[in-house]
């Protein structure tokens, strides 16, 4: 069978070296892809990946090619793609692909069609209330004693997210979004929640339509310094599982949050087939709903697959069909840590073109996968070319281990103006 991968990130590169071990698979291709896609090999005949220069928001440019090359089925990693609906235009063509459909992607493609569902719903979450005046907007951040999050409706790289609690930093937002014009259209509705306090965990739930079966628990670090300070990021790192959920409150998480979501889902006409992906917080009142995701997270995805004992297309061909009540998902024993490094500047300006060194000293230590994000190749040199450059990865039996493993990892490779957090998973060690 061969596939098209679309995309060109870290989570990428895990969904192609996953994939890779599947002995089903005799041709990849990936759309753009990166050096540590190319770099891969399928198991089934040693076949290497094939980069193909398409970008992932280029629609007609991928439907073109899988006219052309008539990949068995199309893999949509990024958001972009399928907010803008790449499944919908395959689907017109007869062409096999997997992802939620436009009318589903928009549980993630806009925070106002989102916080809307979850009231409609009842399911519990972060209350709070769409604008596209600034002033009222501001108005309801002072009722709430400026303590509030504040989110651009439309896709923004994770960085379209405020969590504020002066004047100052509700004034500074609504700023960037309305007068500096930062989101473009993705600006032109806002969504100000009440700011919850707890703690945070990524959920990812496969999905037919019908059923979702739920991944092991995980959290990234969404800020960009150590001791969770700064802006908000795309994620510095993750870690699976994450020992805040007792077997109660993954329980609680099905028959608060997935089960009643199926329901509305359903009632409303949504066929979702795909990852679901909802940001939670463990609060006093439970688990709350703090956003919406409609795909594998990045870097969640660097710290789940490395554990899936499944094939992988057979989940994702199981999701598209239909026919997860025939799937059992079955997880490694152990931990997973993934520290993300990134480029001096990111999540604003950085430069690229870094030459990275260390990176073929690792691919011989055991439990230690490098993920390339934003990497290039030049003159057969890997350098820097994205905020997010690497996603340095290490499982283990314990989650110690795991992160010491990791942050040895990271010690060994080197880029000008290379930063990392050095507390991803520390809150779980702790
Ligand atoms: P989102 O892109 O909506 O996931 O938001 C990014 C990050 O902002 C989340 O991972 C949380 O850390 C934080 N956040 C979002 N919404 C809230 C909220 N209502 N209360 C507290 N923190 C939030
Ligand atoms: N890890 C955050 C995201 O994928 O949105």
């Known amino acids: 069978m061969k596939v098209l991968l679309i995309g060109g990130g870290g989570r990428e590169h895990a969904l192609a070296w996953k994939l890779a071990r599947s002995e089903r698979i005799t041709g990849m291709w990936c759309a753009p892809g990166n050096p540590g896609i190319s770099g891969e090999r399928l198991i089934s005949n040693r076949n290497t990946v094939e980069c193909v220069a398409i970008g992932a928001d280029d629609l007609e440019g991928l439907a073109e090619f899988a006219r052309k090359n008539l990949p068995d089925l199309t893999i949509v990693g990024p ?5 803008m609906g790449i499944v919908d235009l395959f689907q017109k063509q007869n062409l096999p692909i997997w992802g939620p459909n436009r009318k589903a992607a928009q549980f993630e493609s806009s925070k106002v069609f989102s916080q809307e569902f979850l009231e409609k719903h009842g399911l519990p979450h972060a209350e709070g209330c769409s604008f596209t005046d600034p002033e009222q907007a501001l108005a309801f951040a002072e009722q709430r004693r400026w303590k509030c999050v504040i989110k651009v409706d439309g896709l923004a790289l994770g960085k379209g997210v405020f969590v504020c609690s002066s004047h100052e930093q509700v004034q500074n937002a609504i700023h960037s979004i309305f007068v500096e014009n930062k989101f473009g259209t993705a600006g032109n509705q806002i969504v100000v929640q009440e700011l919850l306090e707890g703690l945070e965990v990524s959920l990812h739930a496969i999905c037919d339509g019908e059923r ?7 959290q990234d670090h969404k800020q960009v310094f150590d001791g969770d300070r700064g802006p908000n990021t795309g994620g510095m790192g993750a870690f699976s599982p994450a020992p805040f959920l007792d077997q109660e409150g993954i329980e609680a998480i099905h028959s608060q949050i997935i089960d009643p979501w199926l329901k509305g889902c359903r009632s409303d006409g949504i066929d979702f ?28 995805t660097q710290v789940y697959l490395p554990k899936m004992k499944n094939d992988l297309l057979d989940v ?3 999701s598209m069909l239909g026919k997860l009540d025939q799937v059992e998902l079955n997880w490694e024993k152990g931990s997973t840590v993934c520290v993300v ?3 001096e500047g990111y999540p604003g300006s950085y430069s690229k073109g870094k030459v990275i060194n260390g990176l073929t000293n690792l691919e011989t230590v055991p439990n230690t996968m490098v993920f390339h ?8 040199k890997i350098v820097t070319n994205g905020g997010r450059v690497l996603g340095v990865t290490a499982w283990a039996d314990s989650l110690n281990e795991a992160r010491d493993r990791a942050s040895d990892a990271v010690e060994s490779i080197h880029f000008d103006g290379a930063f990392y957090r050095r507390d991803i998973a520390s809150k779980a060690i702790e």
């Open 79 to 83: 958001d972009n793609p399928l907010g």
């Open 341 to 343: 490094m990134a480029s």
């Open 212 to 218: 979702a079966l739920l991944f092991p628990t995980s």
């Open 373 to 380: 994000a934003g990497t290039k190749e030049i003159e057969g």
């Open 316 to 318: 994702i061909e199981a």
């Open 273 to 300: 087939r795909g990852i679901l992906y909802p940001g939670i917080m463990i609060t006093s009142k439970g688990p709350q709903i703090l956003e919406f995701n409609a795909r594998f997270g990045d870097p969640e």
